[in-house]
C-alpha cells in the first residue's frame, strides 16, 4: 500500500502522562483514502488521546502521524488541512447564529466570505438547517447543534473528516437522516473515521474498524470478519404506541404493549428494523441493548 494512498498513518504512537501513566502503548493503524472506518474501544482505553494527537490538540510522546502524507511533525499546518474534529462538546458561540458560525470557520483557513457562502448553503440545506441560519445557536436542540459541528467541519472541504459520537443527542427520526448524509459524504471521496457506543452504527456505517483498550490496538481491520463471531443482541424498542403489525418475523419479536424487543444480528440489522418500524408508522421513543453485544465484543477483542 503506497503512502499516498492512505488518508492516515499511524506509527508506533504512544503517549505518556505525568506520573508514568500511558495512555497509548505503540499504536499503529493505516486507514485508506475513502475508507468509513471506526475506531471504537470502552471508556477509558485511549481514543480520545489518539483523536488530540491527530488533531494536534494533545502532543504525542513519540510515534509518527501522517495526515495525507503530510508528516504532523514537520508538516503541521498542511496536515491540518486536510483533517477535521467534530468533537462531543459544543465548542461554538451560544449568541452566534447558525450561518455566521459556519461563515467565520471558513475564514480560518483563508477563505473570503464570497468564496464560502456556496459551501455554507450546501452543508446547511444538506443537514437540515438552513431554516434556522438565522437563529442564535443557544436555541437549537441538541440533535441540531451536532449537525450544525458537522456543517462548521466540512466548510472548508477537508478530507478526513474525525465524528466523536456524531449521533450523541440526535433523535432518533433525525439519526437515520444523518446516517445517509455521511454515506454520500463518504461516497463523494471523504474519509470518516467515527467513534461510537453504538455497535449497530459502526456495523452500519463503516468497512474497518480498530478496536483500541488500555491504550493498545487488540483488533484491526475489515468490520464485517471481525463481527462475524459475535452472537446476536436482543434491543428494545420503546413505541409511541402498542405494536400490533407482524412484519419483523425474522427478529422474534417479544412484544409487551409499546415494549418491543428485537433480536438484531448481522443478517438481521437494527437499521433494517427500525426502517420497516418507520414505514408502519410508529415513533420511535428510545432503543437501548438488553444484552451487552458491544461490552461481550470488548471482551473479546482484549480475551478477558
Not at 1 to 26: D, G
Not at 60 to 71: L, M, P, R
Not at 74 to 98: C, D, Y
Not at 138 to 151: E, F, V
Request: charge should be neutral; include cysteine; proline fraction near 3%.
Amino acid at each position: 500500500m503506497s503512502k499516498k494512498s492512505l488518508a492516515l498513518s499511524i506509527k508506533n504512537l504512544k503517549k505518556t502522562y505525568p506520573k508514568w501513566t500511558e495512555a497509548l502503548k505503540w499504536v499503529s493503524f493505516d486507514i485508506e483514502k475513502g475508507d468509513f472506518f471506526a475506531l471504537l474501544g470502552p471508556n477509558g482505553a485511549g481514543k480520545s488521546t489518539t483523536i488530540g494527537i491527530i488533531s494536534g490538540l494533545i502532543n504525542k510522546s513519540s510515534g509518527e502521524v501522517i495526515i495525507a502524507w503530510h508528516n504532523l511533525d514537520t508538516a503541521w499546518a498542511e496536515a491540518r488541512l486536510w483533517v477535521w474534529v467534530v468533537p462531543q462538546e459544543f465548542n461554538f458561540g451560544i449568541f452566534e447564529k447558525v450561518y455566521d458560525i459556519v461563515l467565520s470557520q471558513a475564514g480560518y483557513y483563508g477563505i473570503s466570505p464570497e468564496k464560502a457562502k456556496p459551501n455554507v448553503e450546501k452543508y446547511l440545506k444538506a443537514l437540515g438547517l438552513w431554516e434556522k441560519k438565522d437563529a442564535a445557536s443557544r436555541t437549537l436542540s441538541g440533535g441540531m447543534k451536532r449537525r450544525l459541528m458537522i456543517a462548521r467541519a466540512l466548510v472548508h472541504n477537508p478530507q478526513v473528516l474525525i465524528l466523536d459520537e456524531p449521533t450523541a443527542w440526535v433523535d432518533l427520526e433525525l439519526r437515520h437522516g444523518m446516517y445517509e448524509f455521511l454515506r454520500e459524504l463518504n461516497a463523494s471521496g471523504v474519509t470518516i473515521i467515527l467513534t461510537t457506543h453504538y455497535l449497530e452504527e459502526a456495523e452500519s456505517l463503516c468497512r474497518n474498524i480498530a478496536i483500541i483498550d488500555r491504550g493498545t490496538i487488540v483488533r484491526y481491520g475489515p468490520i464485517k470478519e471481525l463481527l462475524s463471531s459475535m452472537e446476536d443482541e436482543v434491543i428494545s424498542v420503546d413505541l409511541d404506541k402498542n405494536y400490533t403489525w407482524k412484519n419483523l418475523d425474522e427478529y422474534s419479536p417479544v412484544i409487551s404493549e409499546q415494549i418491543l424487543d428485537l433480536t438484531v444480528s448481522s443478517k438481521y440489522t437494527l437499521d433494517a428494523a427500525l426502517q420497516i418500524l418507520q414505514k408502519e408508522d410508529y415513533k420511535i421513543r428510545s432503543i437501548k441493548p438488553k444484552s451487552g453485544r458491544l461490552e461481550e465484543f470488548f471482551l473479546k477483542s482484549t480475551g478477558n
